[in-house]
């Protein structure tokens, strides 16, 4: 059955897709991001009538708080909040001589900006008959046989992967599902043209986790719809 969902960073990319399979399964659709512009052409782009655009940047609170606001005048639930908007501008860095600022950067808008989010939309959230939330996350996040590439992206997701489980574990007991996903190496602006997987593969755990998954699957890193290690 359609449901209701939000995507933060939504104008493009994995975002993008997302909030375009979502609606080609008749889901209402929030495609939030900072620029009305932006996300109004995206919108224009999908010609869904189910698809809202609603600027929300997620570094800002008065700016979430706004959007709060928007769509609970708009509907009286939401079934899925998709936490997508993420920065990576840490290419050539090395962990030995980190700019602090940047790892600062990456965390308000990685790790602070869903953790915020998600708090402002829980009450939307918990009137849901199934809720879930789905963090992007990324491999360079992971513990397990972490490299050196991308310290201050890798740092904040391995913290996104933090506030995945304790989300998942404050919200046990209320039904709602709260997982991370690795949505591989994308071909998208932040993946580049050398990225092997497309958006449409980039999405699809995303999308599935949002409307087929077990609602019991809770507190995990998923990778092409199956758990991998933290």
């Not at 009286?76 to 909040?81: F, I, R, T």
């Not at 199934?130 to 590439?149: K, W």
């Not at 007991?173 to 932040?190: C, K, L, Q, Y």
Request: glycine share 8%; hydrophobic share 45%; with cysteine.
């Amino acid at each position: 059955m359609p449901g209701i969902a939000l995507v933060t960073g939504a104008n493009r990319g994995i975002g993008l897709e997302v909030v375009r399979q979502l609606a080609a399964k008749q889901w209402r659709v929030f495609l939030t991001g900072r620029c009305l512009d932006s996300i109004e052409r995206a919108a224009v782009s999908l010609s869904a009538p189910s698809v809202i655009p609603v600027v929300l940047d997620v570094t800002d609170q008065e700016s979430i708080d706004r959007a709060v606001k928007t769509i609970a005048q708009t509907v009286d639930h939401l079934d899925v909040l998709v936490n997508n908007a993420g920065i990576l501008n840490d290419h050539d860095d090395s962990v030995l001589n980190l700019p602090p600022d940047r790892l600062r950067q990456m965390f308000e808008t990685n790790t602070i900006g869903p953790l915020l989010v998600t708090q402002a939309f829980l009450p939307l959230l918990r009137k849901s008959a199934a809720a879930r939330i789905i963090n992007v996350s990324s491999a360079v996040g992971r513990l397990t046989g972490m490299g050196p590439a991308v310290p201050a992206y890798g740092i904040s997701k391995t913290a996104l992967n933090g506030v995945t489980g304790k989300f998942a574990a404050a919200l046990k007991n209320s039904g709602i599902a709260v997982n991370s996903v690795d949505p591989g190496w994308v071909r998208t602006e932040m993946g580049g043209s050398e990225a092997p997987r497309s958006v449409e593969q980039g999405a699809d755990t995303i999308v599935w986790l949002a409307t087929e998954a077990p609602q019991s699957m809770t507190g995990l890193f998923i990778r092409d719809r199956k758990p991998i290690p933290w």
